[in-house]
C-alpha cells in the first residue's frame, strides 16, 4: 500500500456507532519518547546548486519578468547559486536544487522536445506581458529518459516515510477499524423522470462515485462508473444532472486536481450510457456549472483566453458552434460560478458570479439586457487592490420573474451582511428589508445561505456566523424581526436551506420536478441540513405552522453514534487579551488530566471560513479511536470580519501564531492535553502557520503535520504564480520592516541546530502547482539535518494529486497515514477492534423505514402494471401510514 497520497486539510470523514477506547485503556498505554528501536536512516542530500533556477525564467507559467515583487530581470544565463541578497541582509539556501522539478503526470505533457529547445514556456518571447501569465502550461515539462535526482531523492524520502508508517504497531488495527467505517455507501442525490425511472447518483463502498437508473419496471441499470472513466481509475465526476424529460444526463470530469487540470462536460445517453455529443472542453479550471435548459440543449459555463461565457449546445446535432449566450462583458468580467433558468420559456439567465467577492448577474433573453445586481460605488470603494476581503457584494436570496423583484444579500450599508429587496426596473431603489441582527457576527461570505419562505405573509429563513459556527433563523419578512433561533446543536454548519408550500407543489406544472418521495410534501416547511465534527449531516425539517421539526434524519448514514461525542465552542485569551473563539470534539466522559491524544487545527489567513463539517477539518478517525481534536479560529480568518482578517495580515502576521499559541496553551491548561499529548495539522496558508508554531515554540508540541505548506516566506511569491500573496504575506524586497516580520516566522530560515524538534511528517505533492512541492523538499532535507533528538521527521509526496487529492481513495489513505503517525508519536501503540457495524437499514429511523416499504410497493404496482400483471388490492399499508401520521 502507497500511503504517499497527499490531502490539502482533511477528507470528508465519516465516524462509529460503537465504543472507543476508554480513557484508562490509552492512559496505560506506554509513553513512547522514540518511535522506532533504531535510528531512521534519510537519503543522502547535496547541498550545492548547479542549475538555473526555473522559477525565474519563466518555466512554470510566468514571465522571468513578473517573477519578482519589484519585476527585477534576471540573467539567463546565470546558475542560481542558493544566496540570496536583500537590502537587510544575505540568504543562503543549501537545498535550492530541490527546485527543480519531477516529470509530471504523462496525460500533461503537451510540451515536446522542439519546444523546449526553441524557448522556455513563458519567457518574455511568448508572454511579455507583465502579470498577464496567460500560459495553461503550468508545470508541463519534457520528461527526460531518465528519472530526475530531485525524483529519485523524493522516491527515497517516501520509501522510507511507507515503511515507517506501514510499520507502526497501531497502523493495522487502526486501518481496519478506517476501512469499516470509511468504506460505506453514500447517496448524493436522486432524480425521478416520469416514464424514465428514478436515477441515483452515489458513492460505491469501493470509493468509486457512480450512477444508476431503476427503471419503471423494477429493472436497475448502470449508467456510469467513475472507475471507467480513465486509465488510471483516478479521475473524479461531479455535478450529476438529468434533462428534463430523461433523455440526456451530463456530469464534469476531472483528471486531476492541479490548478492547471481542467474540467470536461460530459453527456450521456440515458438509454445507452454512451456519450451522446463528443467531450466538451474549455471548461472553466475555478468553477463548473450546467444546467438544462430543455430536454435537449445545456447550458455550461466555459473559458477562452481565461475570459468568461455561457454557451449553450443542442444535443443530436451532427455538427457543434456552440453560440454565447452570455459574454465577458454582461458579466464585467468576473468569473461565473453557477447558472440557473428563471421565468416562462427560461426568459432568465441567472448567474452567480465571483470578482474578489459573490455577485449576481440577471441577463433577460427577451431584452437582451444584462442586470447586475451590486453596488458599482460599493465595489470600487472596498475592492480597489486587494484580492481577499469578506466584504459581500451580492448573494441572490430569491428572483420573482413575473413581478421582477430581486432579495439579495449585501454589506453595501452593513459590512455584516443585509437582506435588500429592489427590482430589475429600478435597481437604484434598494429597501432593506432585513438589517443585520445583533446577537450575531456575519452572514458568512463563504457558504452563508438566506432563502424566502412564501407561506402566509413570507419569512426568511437565515444561516449566520456565531464565534465561527452556523446558526439557522426564522425571520418574519414583514417586520424583518428574528422569530426563532433553529441551530440544533453548537459548534456546526448549515448548508442546503430549501422552502416547500404545499399550493406551489399542487400547482407545479412539471411533475418531475416534484419529489414523489417527500412524504412531507403535502405539508408547508423549511428545510435545512447541519452537522458538526461530531454530528454526520442530518436533514431537519420544520413546520412553521405546528412549531416543530416534522422530519429528522439522517443524511449521512455513517456508522457514527453522535450521541457518543460531544461538540462545544469555548472562548480562550489571546496574548493581547483578545478573546479567541474555538471549537472543540471529543467523546464524552473524557478525563481532563492532560493525557488525551489531542489534535489542534488553524488556518487563519486570507480571510477564509473554513466551515464545521463532519469530518472537515476534524478527522472522525481521530475522534473514533478516543482522539479530542480542536479547532481554533485564529486571526486572519475571517469569521468576523474585515478588521478580523486585517488584524494578522502582512505585517501584523504574529498576531495571529500568538492565537494559535494561546490556543495550544488553553488545551495544556484546561487538562485536554499537556506538549506530550499535542499535535498541530494544516494546510497550505494552514501548513505555514503549524511551521511556524513548530519553529516559534517546539517545546509545546509533540506531532507537527504541515501539508502543502508555504514555508519559504523569502522565495513564496518567486516560486510559481503567487502573485496574489502578496498582500497577504509582504515580500522582503519590500524593506526592513517587512524582512524583519518574515524573517522571525519563516520556517526553514528558524530551523536551529540543537533544537529537539517534535515528529514532524512533511506532506506535499509532486503535482501541486498552487504551493510548489520544493517548499516541503527543501524543509524537510534542513530539518532532518538539524534534528538533534529522535524524533522523526518524515517527507510525503503523492504521485497525482495536486493542492488536494482527487479521489475519496487518496484522502482515505493520506488521513489514515497522518492519524497513525500521531497516534504512535504520542504513545498510542494499540486500539480496540470496532465492529460490527450497523447495515444502513439499521440507521434508519422507523418512519423511514417505514416509508421505503411504501415506496418498494409502489414500484412493484407500476412494474406490474408495465409487465400486464396489475393487482388490484389495495395498498394497506399505505393506508395505515396515513392513519399513524
Not at 91 to 115: G, H, S
Not at 512 to 527: L, P
Not at 528 to 550: G, H, L, M, V
Request: aromatic share 10%.
Amino acid at each position: 500500500m502507497k500511503i504517499h497520497k497527499v490531502s490539502t486539510l482533511a477528507a470528508a470523514i465519516i465516524a462509529t456507532l460503537f465504543t472507543m477506547p476508554s480513557h484508562a485503556e490509552q492512559s496505560e498505554q506506554p509513553k513512547a519518547k522514540t518511535t522506532n528501536t533504531t535510528p531512521l536512516v534519510y537519503p543522502a542530500t547535496r547541498n550545492h546548486q548547479e542549475t538555473l533556477d526555473p522559477f525565474l525564467f519563466g518555466e512554470f507559467g510566468m514571465s522571468m519578468n513578473t517573477a519578482n515583487s519589484n519585476n527585477a530581470y534576471y540573467e539567463r544565463t546565470k546558475p542560481d547559486d542558493g544566496i540570496d541578497r536583500y537590502s537587510s541582509g544575505i540568504v543562503i539556501d543549501k537545498y535550492r536544487w530541490l527546485e527543480d522539478y519531477d516529470p509530471i503526470n504523462p496525460a500533461q505533457n503537451k510540451e515536446v522536445t522542439a519546444d523546449r529547445d526553441r524557448n522556455f514556456i513563458g519567457t518574455p518571447a511568448e508572454d511579455d506581458k507583465p502579470l498577464a501569465a496567460e500560459t495553461t502550461k503550468f508545470l508541463q515539462t519534457v520528461p527526460p529518459p531518465v528519472s530526475t535526482e530531485v525524483n529519485d531523492w523524493v522516491e527515497a524520502q517516501n520509501a522510507v516515510t511507507d515503511n515507517y508508517i506501514e510499520n507502526l504497531p497501531v497502523f493495522a488495527q487502526l486501518k481496519e477499524n478506517t476501512d469499516s467505517l470509511k468504506n460505506r455507501e453514500h447517496t448524493f442525490s436522486r432524480i425521478n423522470r416520469k416514464g424514465v425511472g428514478e436515477f441515483r447518483f452515489y458513492r460505491h463502498p469501493d470509493g468509486y462515485r457512480r450512477v444508476e437508473l431503476t427503471k419503471p419496471d423494477g429493472s436497475v441499470v448502470e449508467l456510469v462508473n467513475e472507475r471507467n472513466l480513465s486509465e488510471s481509475g483516478k479521475s473524479q465526476m461531479s455535478s450529476f444532472k438529468v434533462s428534463k424529460n430523461g433523455t440526456y444526463a451530463s456530469f464534469f470530469v476531472r483528471q486531476g486536481r492541479a490548478d492547471s487540470d481542467p474540467y470536461f462536460l460530459h453527456v450521456i445517453s440515458t438509454k445507452t450510457g454512451e456519450l451522446a455529443t463528443p467531450i466538451i472542453s474549455r471548461i472553466s479550471r475555478s468553477y463548473t456549472s450546467a444546467t438544462w435548459a430543455d430536454d435537449e440543449t445545456i447550458l455550461y459555463n466555459a473559458v477562452e483566453l481565461w475570459r468568461p461565457f455561457i454557451f449553450s449546445r443542442t444535443i443530436g446535432k451532427e455538427k457543434f458552434n456552440d453560440p454565447v449566450v452570455v459574454s465577458l462583458d454582461e458579466v464585467d468580467g468576473a468569473s461565473i460560478k453557477s447558472v440557473s433558468l428563471k421565468g416562462d420559456d427560461n426568459r432568465y439567465i441567472v448567474m452567480a458570479t465571483w470578482d474578489r467577492s459573490d455577485s449576481v448577474y440577471i441577463k433577460d433573453t427577451k431584452t437582451k439586457k444584462t442586470y447586475r445586481l451590486h453596488n458599482k460605488d460599493y465595489f470600487n470603494k472596498v475592492f480597489r487592490g486587494t484580492s481577499f476581503n469578506q466584504n459581500i457584494l451580492a448573494k441572490l436570496v430569491d428572483f420573482d420573474p413575473e413581478t421582477r423583484d430581486v432579495w439579495i444579500i449585501s454589506g453595501e450599508n452593513d459590512r455584516r451582511g443585509e437582506i435588500i429587496k429592489t427590482n430589475l426596473d429600478n435597481l437604484k431603489k434598494r429597501e432593506v428589508v432585513v438589517p443585520f441582527p445583533e446577537g450575531y457576527d456575519i452572514i458568512d461570505p463563504e457558504s452563508g445561505e438566506v432563502i424566502r419562505h412564501k407561506e402566509g405573509k413570507g419569512y426568511f429563513v437565515a444561516t449566520y456566523l456565531k464565534n465561527g459556527a452556523s446558526q439557522v433563523v426564522l425571520i418574519d419578512a414583514t417586520t424583518g424581526k428574528i422569530i426563532k433561533d433553529l441551530t440544533p446543536k453548537d459548534g456546526g454548519s448549515v448548508t442546503e436551506l430549501s422552502s416547500n408550500v404545499a399550493e406551489d407543489q399542487a400547482e407545479e406544472t412539471d411533475p418531475d420536478e416534484i419529489d414523489v418521495n417527500d412524504f412531507q410534501a403535502g405539508e408547508n416547511y423549511i428545510s435545512f441540513r447541519y452537522e458538526n465534527p461530531t454530528t454526520p449531516q442530518t436533514t431537519y425539517k420544520y413546520s412553521i405552522a405546528k412549531d416543530k421539526f416534522i422530519d429528522v434524519r439522517r443524511f449521512d448514514l455513517s456508522p457514527f453514534n453522535e450521541n457518543d461525542y460531544e461538540t462545544k465552542v469555548v472562548l480562550y485569551t489571546s496574548k493581547d487579551g483578545t478573546k479567541v473563539p474555538m471549537v472543540i470534539s471529543h467523546k464524552k466522559g473524557i478525563k481532563l488530566d492532560g493525557k488525551n491524544p489531542t489534535m489542534l487545527y488553524g488556518y487563519g489567513g486570507y480571510g477564509v471560513i473554513y466551515s464545521q463539517s463532519f469530518g472537515f477539518p476534524a478527522s472522525s478517525i481521530w475522534l473514533e479511536n478516543g482522539g479530542v481534536w480542536a479547532h481554533a479560529f485564529i486571526r486572519g480568518g475571517g469569521i468576523y470580519g474585515e478588521a478580523w482578517q486585517k488584524a494578522a495580515e502582512h505585517t501584523n502576521r504574529l498576531v495571529g501564531y500568538d492565537d494559535f499559541a494561546a490556543a495550544a496553551d488553553y488545551l495544556n491548561e484546561s487538562g485536554y492535553a499537556s506538549p506530550d499529548y499535542l499535535g498541530i495539522i494544516g494546510g497550505s496558508n494552514g501548513g505555514l502557520l503549524v511551521g511556524a508554531a513548530m519553529v516559534r515554540n517546539p517545546e509545546k508540541y509533540r506531532v507537527v503535520i504541515p501539508q502543502v505548506a508555504v514555508l519559504d516566506q523569502f522565495r513564496h511569491e518567486k516560486a510559481g504564480v503567487t502573485q496574489y500573496w502578496m498582500d497577504e504575506y509582504g515580500t522582503p524586497e519590500e524593506g526592513r520592516r517587512v524582512f524583519d516580520v518574515l524573517k522571525s516566522y519563516s520556517p526553514i530560515h528558524n530551523l536551529k541546530a540543537g533544537v529537539c524538534y517534535p515528529s514532524t511528517l512533511i506532506e506535499t505533492s509532486k503535482r501541486d502547482d498552487r504551493v510548489v512541492p520544493s517548499h516541503s523538499y527543501r524543509f524537510a532535507a534542513a530539518m532532518q539535518e538539524i534534528q538533534s533528538c529522535d524524533r522523526p521527521v518524515l517527507l510525503s509526496a503523492a504521485q497525482d494529486a495536486g493542492h488536494s487529492p482527487n479521489t475519496y481513495a487518496e484522502r482515505n489513505e493520506r488521513e489514515l497515514a497522518d492519524m497513525a503517525f500521531a497516534f504512535n508519536e504520542m504513545g498510542v501503540t494499540s486500539v480496540p477492534a470496532i465492529g460490527p457495524r450497523p447495515s444502513l437499514d439499521d440507521m434508519k429511523t422507523e418512519k423511514w423505514r417505514q416509508e421505503d416499504i411504501i415506496k418498494k410497493e409502489r414500484l412493484q404496482k407500476k412494474a406490474a402494471k408495465i409487465t400486464g400483471q396489475d393487482s388490484k388490492e389495495e395498498d394497506e399499508q399505505t393506508e395505515s401510514y396515513k392513519d399513524t401520521e
